[in-house]
Structures are given as C-alpha cells and as structure tokens.
C-alpha cells in the first residue's frame, strides 16, 4: 500500500524552495536564549550612538566579528541537526548579525541580501545563502516582526529597481516617502516566538514593522551558505576570506562550538566581488 503522506521536514524544505522561507520550533532553550541575550544587550549597551543614528531603520547592526559569545547560537547543534536533516548539507558560516530595535525603531525597508547574483546558483532551486533568525522576544505587528514577500527570490519584482539595500540614505530614513517602506500586494507578517528558527533564503525581499512597543526587540541573524563546495570558486574564496577576516581571533573555545560551519576553501582564486543585483537571468515569472 502507498501513502501520500510526506514528512514534516520535507514540507518544510519545499516551503522554503518554493516560498523563500519556512519555521522550525523550539529549535533554541532557554539557556542558549539566556546567554544570547546577554551578549546582545551588552553590545548594544556600548554601542557607537553615532553609528546607531547611522541605520535608524535597521536597528543596531552589530557583526559577530568581536562577539565569539554567538558562537553557540551559531553553532547550535539542534539547529545544524535541522539544516541537514532538510536536505541543506555543508552549511557554511560567514558572519551573524546582532540586530536590535529600539522603542519607537521605524520600519526596516523592504530589501533582499544576496551578495553573489554572479554564480549561477542565484538563478537556481539551490539557494547561495540562507538566512537563519533567531528572536530574542516574542514577534507581533506591534513590536516589529518580520515581513516577508514570498517567491520573490527566484521572481523579478518592482523592488529590485529601488536600489540596494544597506547604503547610507535608506539606513537613515533620510526619505521616509521611499517606496521600500511601503506596503506591497501578497507580503505576508510572520510573527515569531522565542526559541523558534526562521529559515529564509537571501534572495527574498524581506522587510519589518515598525516597533511601536516600549521594549526592544532584537533579532540576531545567522548566514549560512548551503551545498558550499558547489558554488563557484570566487565565490568560495570570498566566504572563506570574509569568515577567517572577522572571526580568526576569536577564542579556541569559541571556534570549537562552530568547527563544523567554518568554510575551508583551499584554492588559489580571487575572491569574487559582491554583486547584491540580479542579471537577466532572474525574469518576472520566475522558473
Ligand atoms: O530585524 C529584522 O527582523 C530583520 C533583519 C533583516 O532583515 C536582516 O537581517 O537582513
């Protein structure tokens, strides 16, 4: 006899091919949360106030480079165990990202993060990069939860002609008229409890409410790269280059708890050119 039935976690990882993202429960306890949190609000206690009124949109965008206390967020085995078991092997790490909004944060614009729009990966079912969202609190349209807009990773949209994420003038909100703050047919909210994962493919435009409670709400944001012996080797070279640049002095203990997602590329190749545009290769209706 046949069953139609197919497992949780392929599910999953079709949702994530096909949408952009997908939502893994309790994936982090209650002490990895502890002593994530306590890294994120002492960065954020000493951060640079000029820096912060740098990305008003954003929140704090504070790289893992001299915070080796991530690492057990970053190397957390439940979620590596997951990652494999959905079929995306040989992850490999460039940098996490400790981001945090305070009170009154406006929203984060609508934008998508993939570097490499160069490597023929970015045109495929197999994703270049992944983001990997841990909240530190419960999410809702009050405080600031993630918005999303599903198939936009391997479809054209109106978006992709409204500049870059990331530069100077959007991370002020020096124009809040800007249409990236705007809300877009078919975006979808996607609330978040503490200790669950949200998987998401950089491709995807991705953008937040604003947060319009009285606490903070931080994010901490992980990027893996999937399949990684698979990508070109430029782009190879540039993960591994990125990675050992920011994280090399970072305590033994600390690079043990990530050992298994440290990229390793051992050739001789320049490191690509991040490229955050797509090429013609990426069309309105998709594949
Ligand atoms: O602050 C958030 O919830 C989203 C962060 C984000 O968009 C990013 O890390 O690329």
Redesign the pocket.
């Known amino acids: 006899m046949t069953t139609n039935t197919i497992s949780p976690l392929v599910a999953k990882f079709k949702q994530l091919q096909i949408e952009g993202y997908c939502v893994l429960e309790n994936i982090a306890d209650n002490a990895l949360l502890e002593r994530t949190r306590a890294c994120a609000e002492q960065a954020v206690a000493t951060a640079n106030p000029e820096k912060l009124a740098r990305t008003r949109s954003?929140?704090t965008l504070i790289d893992s480079d001299t915070y080796p206390q991530l690492s057990g967020i970053i190397g957390n085995p439940m979620a590596l165990l997951a990652l494999k078991k959905l079929g995306l092997s040989d992850c490999k790490f460039w940098k996490a990202?400790i981001?945090s909004?305070p009170p009154g944060g406006p929203r984060?614009y609508w934008?998508q993060?993939c570097l490499m729009w160069q490597d023929s990966r970015a045109y495929s079912n197999r994703m270049p990069m992944i983001?990997l969202?841990y909240?530190m609190e419960n999410?809702s349209q009050e405080n600031?939860?993630?918005r999303l807009l599903p198939g936009t990773h391997r479809r054209r949209h109106i978006l992709h002609d409204m500049g870059e994420?990331h530069t100077r003038d959007i991370n002020r909100v020096e124009n809040p008229n800007d249409p990236r703050f705007l809300d877009y047919p078919n975006e979808q909210d996607v609330p978040m409890r503490a200790g669950d994962l949200i998987i998401g493919d950089a491709r995807m435009f991705?953008?937040?409410h604003a947060n319009n409670s009285d606490q903070r709400?931080t994010?901490i944001?992980i990027w893996f790269h999937p399949w990684f012996d698979d990508l070109l080797p430029s782009t190879q070279s540039w993960i591994h280059e990125e990675f050992h640049r920011r994280h090399d002095d970072w305590p033994k203990p600390a690079l043990t708890e990530i050992a298994a997602v440290i990229p390793n590329f051992t050739g001789n190749v320049e490191p690509m050119k991040p490229n955050r545009a797509p090429d013609e290769r990426l069309t309105v209706n998709g594949p």
């Open positions: 954003p929140g990202v981001i909004k984060l934008h993060d983001f969202m909240y999410t600031g939860c993630l994420a991705h953008a937040t709400r994010v944001t």
